[in-house]
């Protein structure tokens, strides 16, 4: 069975200097724990709830970052594409191409990221059930890429707020697919503060700890130094002083479960 | 106080011909009712629930044939776009862009379609409140274009099922942009038929008379003269032939509450 | 087809006297308009958010005040029952037993209503989709009294939030009993202050144009003449002095759709 | 910090045999893991979905047998009340008198309960959200009762689904109070096979393992010999025989956590 992975890191790429930071501390952590880890960050936010919100230093200057890290760590590297432009010169740096959830049904899309035999992790819609990402992953898998990853990160419950629903992660993992879990935007707020996305950080190690216990291949988290001086969800990332002993429970429960 | 205005026409385009017929159709019956009618077809159905499903004639194509429409009979015509792409073409065109519901908080497709100083239809996300799009509306219109329709398609209720809020109505209305209410796509069953969504037909007319007395600003139906034969969206589109009869009693309810 | 009936009252008994005015009140308004009338109050309050919440007069001086009601009006009166024991001397005043939402799957409470043979009207559970109430309904059809209404109070959607449904309206009166739209219950934020519940007023309107045009056989409606002050449930009671111009209204949109 | 403990018995009780074979079989299971024990049966099952259902052998029968399990096996005994009169004999037997979730807003039943003094359970409603709970327990502790247990049981999500949202764990034990997750009832679907809930009994071990890893007091569940002959609640019921190897890997995953 797989081990416990970690996909972590900020949620936008801020300065270089601050993500290798982010990237060199998270692969101490990682190396301390044996924990695989796949370093996560964002060159552009393109559908932020306002449109005065911090966007990300753009593809180019934002991959270059990335590359960086991957070559002078050695980090896996995940982020986002948006658009089938972005998505070759993404897969020329990254590892794995991340489908946003609002934009998991776009079929060009994911037949484009899919084309480039990376790995691609689809975040499932907050519109949709489970058992629909079996269609998603259909799309992907027509262009012969299996190398494909689900992503729960909370489904619509009411106006401004999402639930996670465990029972999703037995239910994808029947697809045979790894599925992860997105502990840090599934307590989004979503437009919960007017103009922005609020955050319930304090459910986020509750919430993972139950992902873990139900059955998961991965976590997914956002972390900072200073969640609450974060220039893109902070109401929601954990501080990094807090994750490792949340990681060692987390594989304590793993390994329990598996 | 404006009055009642219809959008509609066939999911897709299926060929020049049904999509002529379907126009001139609705047009004889809007001029019988004296009901503006701006007509709508899509040229690619870019997130079908399945990749074998059928897309329609693609744009170059279909934008050719909605000229013709707007041409030959003078009316107004709308479609989607999903990518910035598609933006510049398609608003040679068209006089209403319209942004799918799962792209409403795509901030740079908002832009790009605003920037054609066309007239922009979102269509509310299912994961979104009625309040959160006063965000979007605001991505618009920080391009200078405040020619804003928003449109009501239902919300996440569970899985596979939506709900229609009747609140969003007065909700969005007090933005003062122009409020339709997707009578066609708000009975859809998301992805509750496996590989393809299902539709409640039935309840079109309940969801459209209910929409109308709460007060909307126009109606969007999807029409086909056979919706079981019809190449997408067929358990939810309405009978051309069930169409007149609607809209007299719609006309009439909207009399009482303007 | 039946016409719109109404069915109002304050929520709770606050004194005879002032039951007794807005009995008056009442029956002026439905008089003038040709709206058939039930009066509705409470005499007990079972089931309030907090311990510390006014709670009525109590059953046996409720009862008395209701039968004065009838008696010096002539007015068919309602209130709710909430044991077995209060059956039947409830059943002595009351023209309709009513069943409270959260009680209407208590087979026995239903069983012992139904054997007093008054007309009973369950409220939906909040908890249930409409197509459960045939069950409701079933169980107490058979102690042979089918003088039943459903009453529709919205649903849960999420926390402290509840969605009017309409297409709950078409499905419920396919059972072939009266249905009735609760308006004013359904705004409430269930809990939604924290101590009690919130309400949402200026939605009533709306949703209430929305049910009868949807197609209803009667709207239920809290009343006051100053909500604000009222002992139970003001933040969604409607004031009396905006009730004529609603319901007149509410009748002409019936007109055009029976 | 509190030992995991263990609620557990048949839905409903189906014989003085059955009952007492399945108290002493799950208190092996339990002895052997150190677990506590409460034993659990109905002995009416008061709101089933469709009145021809079987609801069990009455109270005085059912307090009989349950007096029987306690005094031969020294187990303490939970059961459900569902109205005022039968507290008081109910109290007689039982060390845990359990409200239903139905039942859980009203207020005399919690008052008559909490005033024998017995220790008692109130399942939180389908339609409540967790922080509602405090507004139930301060019902029961104004009586001077502070022996409160708040048990988790899904919450309406969508119609005929329940959805477990892991966030009311931590909110709930912030009351102070023990918290227990249902984790039988919590896979229902509600009225989901037309005139009975069904159940997804295949989600119980996740969904526990979750609520466990989430950090709670106890688990509750309803198991008998051959679930599919259970004469209640049967498609959410588990198996005896499935039940030593989950409780083992609640266990640990407790003690992880703790």
Redesign the interface.
Known sequence: KRPLALVAGPCVIESELATMRQAERLMTICNALSLPLIFKASYDK??????GAY?GPGMREGLRILRKVKESLGLAVLSDV????QVAPAAEVLDVLQIPA??C????LL?AAAATGRVINVKK?????P??MK?VA??IA?SGNENIILTERG???????L?????S??VMRASGYPVIFDATHS?QL??GQG?SSGG?R??VE??S???????VDGIFMEVHEEPEKALCDGPNSIALNDLPALLA?LK??DA??K
């Open positions: 393109a559908n932020r709830t306002s449109i966007r948006h658009s089938i432009e609002f934009l049904r776009q079929t060009d037949i819609g907050q519109f949709l059930a058992w629909d269609n259909a799309k027509s489904a619509s419950f009411g106006y401004n707020n639930v996670v629903d465990m029972r992660f037995p307590v979503p437009g103009e319930q304090e459910f509750f919430l700890r139950a992902a873990v216990a139900a059955g429970t304590a429960i329990v479960v």
